[in-house]
């Protein structure tokens, strides 16, 4: 028999199976209970090549992020994807995780490499060329060493951004966010379309000019009325229906971008592709 509670999230409001099955739970004599968990932001990066990204102040506040770090020490550059993974190279994303807030203020669940069984799950799965040519990281050191990445998936048109963190000692230098924003300049050389930033942390995203393309919710769909009740002023009402990423990404404004940020020359030249 099937339990008196499944949970379903989270997962896209405005995927067609998340109505199929609210449907078929109440035809079934089931309750549904729906609440928000968190928006999901992209960059509409073709609007943002034509309308010129990115604004002036922005560039002038990332040029001078730059200048203050290269006064600390020689800035690196590395690109990482296809044949330069190593183990090696999953070890210095594990030491980044290490000396970040992610190790030092939570219990580490959200770390990707900082355990070694993490690193050998990611070498099992970049032993697949088409993965490991998919997943390219973004690597920021000084003085070699690495004090910041960002990890995505290319895709081809839409790129995916799955982790990235810094050291924690090198945030007065804003190391997070100029990798960030490498990583944006680098997508809309390439001539992507889309940079998907996921949830969380919306400030930067907005900053960075992500718009919340559509929400996410958990879902519960409980057998007893009575259970339902009681668990509904604790988890959420009926389930909403959103407006589609399509249609966020064609309301979503890119207005008033100009002119044009390059980051510094790579001081050790570039690693990978």
């Known amino acids: ?28 004599g089931w309750r549904v209970l729906a609440r928000p968990s968190g928006g999901w932001r992209l960059i509409d990066l073709a609007a943002a090549r034509v309308e010129g990204w990115p604004r002036g102040s922005t560039a002038k506040r990332l040029r001078c992020y730059e200048r203050n770090l290269a006064a600390q020490g020689v800035v690196g550059w590395r690109h990482v994807r296809g044949q330069d993974w190593s183990a090696q ?10 000396q970040s807030w992610i190790a030092r203020t939570t219990d ?4 990707k490499f900082l355990h070694a ?10 032993s697949d060329p088409v993965l ?10 000084l003085d070699g060493r690495p004090v910041a990445f960002c990890l995505d998936v290319d895709s081809g048109p839409c790129q995916y951004g799955i982790a990235g963190t810094y050291c924690q000692d090198m945030a007065p230098f804003h190391v997070g966010e100029l990798v960030n924003y ?22 930067y995203k907005r900053e960075m000019g992500a718009i919340e393309a559509y929400h996410l919710v958990d879902m519960l769909l409980i057998s007893s009325p009575l259970f339902a009740a009681v668990r509904g002023r604790m988890w ?18 890119h207005a008033g971008r100009a002119g044009v940020w390059k980051p510094l020359p790579d001081a050790t030249g570039s690693d990978g592709v």
């Open 1 to 28: 028999m099937l339990r008196q509670v499944w949970r379903l999230g989270p997962m896209r409001e405005t995927d067609p199976g998340f109505t199929l099955v609210a449907q078929a739970a109440r035809l079934a």
């Open 89 to 98: 190279v999953l070890e210095e994303l594990g030491q980044i995780e290490a």
């Open 108 to 111: 580490g669940s959200d770390a």
């Open 117 to 126: 069984h993490q690193r050998v799950q990611w070498q099992r799965a970049l």
């Open 132 to 141: 490991a040519e998919m997943l390219c990281a973004t690597i920021l050191t």
């Open 182 to 203: 490498r990583v944006m300049a680098d997508a809309i050389a390439d001539g992507q379309g889309v940079l998907d930033l996921g949830s969380g942390f919306s400030g």
């Open 236 to 253: 959420g009402g009926a389930p909403k229906v959103a407006a589609s990423a399509s249609t966020a990404l064609q309301d979503g404004g």
